[in-house]
């Protein structure tokens, strides 16, 4: 084996050793009759992989080729598996004994059966030998037995919850005993100790102690025993004079410490070589030295639990990404601190970085990383005695911050928001690191609440800034928690109350200026209140949003999509001219993968022809997802739906999407009609785009007019539509019926 860099002689000599002396199995010391053998098989298809028996005994006839055969062909010469190989109570844990009497041989026999992983597979190792004899009987037996038995004490000895040094202390004693060792040693090593911890039994105290052999492992060194020690081999030195030739310095060196014989166990931990139990001078039950095996799977999982609790314990208190305690650390320390201080002002902060699943994404997580390592850096230089931060989870932080007035409030938070822009890796992009913040304020003692409530306030005032544009923050006041809690209550009822119909339809006319003759249709926007059953009428700037957030917009749209067709199939008879509805769609409804079927569906349900439904989309939904509203607009108009762009003005406003967009109708937002410093601007902007719209085809709707002035100026600029109070405001379906639409048109 090639020498490891920085390895010394005496090193690679160790290596050499236990490479050279590694042993699949040493149940094969057993053997003491020329009847005895063990084979392995596969415990599925019972194929054979390997045979060995006894030292000097001929190989039976038709063992030799035994190769891609069977057990029960080969061993046993039946057709058929017997019952021991199709019995399906093995495990790796410890053997299945039973007796057997074969009738060819006239002979006992003792089989010992287990699983075990060797050479990257799953394999059966049965273990035979011949108990013909009552000496021979009693010697196998008992032998067997009592190593059984001492491995059951190295098992209780682990579950008794004494901590891990002690029972492997324990379990020292009871191999060393059992085997008349000289010395045992168990070196064992973890991922937070590298070095390891080294036990010993001595079994000699008047002795000079054996040296071990692993002190001070390099992580190399180990990864290359590892390799070694594969598949749980064992390394046996039955006699350190077959060292004298191979390896005089290592020979010399067991010699003068007096080590005649060596056993090697290795302890896995998965895949890593994670100790070794290690036997010096053994005088008795060489035989038994196969249990050390299950023993070190014992002793392994015994490592593996440590690990994980010192993991957890670490990670209760550690933040990795950031490097300092973590949240729940922060938990017990703002406890400890508004203890010590009760008449001190805190403000309790509740912050996250805006767009960071962006920053994730594009940027890469190892720069999200650095970014949230900075700004935690920035906040523990900021702090004072007396005050505590943390991250609760991806980018949201906390911390508890003495505070004299607002104006400290805002520099503080000013003051991080400057510092954070400093990041380089974003500045080197052009990005901007924008941070949003709420704030709960201790200012006297009744404000101290729980932790967890002060918490959720100061998360409450933060979801309210997170949308808005740029970095800000907000103080938590009674309103918010107001609005979560009345929030709360309706996304708890929406689903009963869709059921009982209490989503009504009103219609708010959208009256034509320019009148063509009477074969034009009447148009209106339908749109929705909540008429809760005990009376209360609910606008929709109350819960649009807050279904917008929780999903539940699709299901609204879809019903008031319905409600509007079965209106149009009702009143079609009892109208003069024609009846045009709009109807609001949100982004994520437009987003669903069963869109346009579903509003088709409605629309074939209730006869619905060309022309009396279209959908409005927001600018926003155009620019942000162009292509799939492209395809989805041209879908609507192959099925006689009409689309209009609706609050243009207000977002993202994109010519080159009203150029290629074939959008029936532009929606001028109420916004463009707003008082304004200078008019004549305003107006000229309106009239550019009412030109534009005219050359692209489009139909055009004034939104949120309130004066005859406004009319007229539209009129002359050649709207078409106009929608607003100055007609009338949103109304019922029996009351928008009695709507008076030829005097409207003649204002």
Not at 209 to 223: C, G
Not at 567 to 593: K, T
Not at 686 to 711: F, H, W
């Amino acid at each position: 084996m090639d020498r490891l860099p920085g390895q010394t002689e005496a090193e690679k000599g160790i290596t050499d050793m236990f490479s050279k002396y590694a042993v699949d199995f040493t149940e094969e010391f057993t053997f003491e009759t020329e009847q005895d053998f063990l084979y392995i098989s596969d415990p599925n298809t019972y194929e054979l992989y390997y045979i060995s028996i006894a030292e000097g005994r001929p190989i039976p006839a038709g063992w030799q080729n035994y190769q891609g055969k069977t057990c029960y062909e080969v061993l046993q010469q039946r057709d058929s598996p017997c019952p021991f190989c199709t019995n399906r109570l093995l495990n790796a844990e410890q053997y299945y004994v039973w007796e057997h009497y074969n009738k060819i041989t006239g002979r006992n026999y003792i089989l010992k059966d287990k699983l075990l992983d060797w050479h990257g597979k799953r394999v059966r190792l049965e273990i035979v030998m011949d108990i013909t004899g009552e000496e021979r009987a009693k010697a196998v037996l008992l032998g067997s037995l009592e190593s059984q038995g001492v491995l059951m004490n190295c098992v209780e000895a682990l579950a008794a919850g004494t901590g891990t040094a002690t029972a492997l202390q324990g379990i020292l004693r009871m191999i060393g005993t059992f085997y008349h060792a000289g010395w045992a040693y168990l070196h064992y090593f973890t991922h937070q100790d590298a070095q390891g911890a080294v036990l010993h039994w001595q079994g000699d105290p008047s002795a000079a102690p054996v040296q071990p052999l692993l002190k001070d492992p390099s992580p190399r060194a180990l990864e290359q025993w590892a390799a070694i020690f594969s598949d749980n081999r064992q390394s046996v030195l039955w006699d350190t004079e077959g060292l004298r030739a191979d390896n005089p310095l290592l020979y010399a060196c067991l010699r003068r410490q007096g080590v005649r014989n060596a056993c090697f166990t290795p302890i896995f931990v998965g895949e890593r070589l994670a100790g070794l139990v290690c036997l010096y001078n053994i005088t008795a039950h060489w035989k038994e030295l196969s249990i050390l095996n299950p023993l070190a799977k014992y002793i392994s999982g015994q490592i593996g639990r440590d690990e994980v609790e010192q993991r957890n314990r670490r990670l209760m208190y550690y933040d990795e990404v950031t490097g300092y305690q973590n949240f729940e650390w922060y938990r017990r320390r703002a406890a400890e601190i508004l203890a010590a201080n009760p008449d001190t002002p805190y403000a309790l902060w509740y912050c996250d970085l805006k767009n960071f699943k962006y920053i994730n994404d594009v940027f890469g997580y190892d720069v999200g990383n650095r970014i949230l390592r900075y700004w935690a850096n920035l906040i523990a230089d900021d702090l004072d005695e007396g005050e505590a931060f943390a991250r609760i989870s991806a980018d949201n932080f906390t911390a508890l911050r003495r505070y004299r007035g607002m104006g400290q409030v805002e520099s503080m938070f000013f003051g991080l928001v400057e510092r954070l822009a400093t990041f380089q890796e974003a500045a080197d992009r052009r990005f901007r690191l924008e941070l949003a913040s709420g704030v709960y304020l201790m200012r006297q003692p009744a404000d101290r609440l729980s932790l967890d409530e002060m918490m959720n306030r100061a998360n409450m005032a933060q979801k309210s800034v997170k949308n808005k544009s740029g970095s800000r923050y907000a103080v938590y006041s009674d309103g918010m928690r107001a609005r979560v809690l009345r929030d709360m209550q309706m996304q708890g009822e929406m689903q009963e109350a869709l059921r009982r119909g209490e989503f009504i339809l009103h219609l708010q006319p959208q009256v034509a200026l320019t009148v063509e003759g009477y074969q034009a249709p009447d148009y209106a926007e339908a749109l929705v209140r909540w008429q809760k059953r005990e009376g209360a009428l609910i606008m929709p700037g109350e819960f649009i949003g807050l279904f917008e957030r929780n999903g539940m917009i699709v299901e609204l749209d879809r019903y008031v999509f319905e409600q509007a067709c079965r209106y149009l199939r009702d009143v079609r008879g009892r109208r003069s001219r024609p009846l045009c509805l709009a109807v609001n769609v949100s982004r994520i409804s437009m987003l669903q993968p069963d869109f346009i079927e579903a509003y088709c569906r409605v629309k074939d349900r209730y006869g619905i022809r060309p022309g009396e439904v279209e959908l409005e989309f927001t600018e926003n939904i155009a620019v942000e997802n162009y292509e799939q509203f492209r395809d989805i607009i041209l879908s609507l108009h192959r099925n006689g739906v009409g689309c209009a762009m609706d609050d243009f003005g207000t977002g993202q406003s994109s010519l080159n999407v009203l150029k290629n967009l074939p959008i029936s109708v532009l929606k001028l937002d109420r916004q463009f009609f707003a008082p304004a410093d200078d008019p004549a601007r305003g107006w000229a902007v309106i009239s550019c785009v009412l030109e534009l719209a005219r050359k692209l085809g489009m139909n055009t709707v004034a939104e949120g007019i309130e004066s005859t002035e406004q009319v007229r100026t539209l009129r002359g600029m050649g709207c078409k539509y106009v929608q607003g109070f100055i007609f009338s405001k949103p109304l019922p379906p029996e009351a928008f019926e009695s709507f008076d639409w030829l005097q409207a048109e003649k204002l």
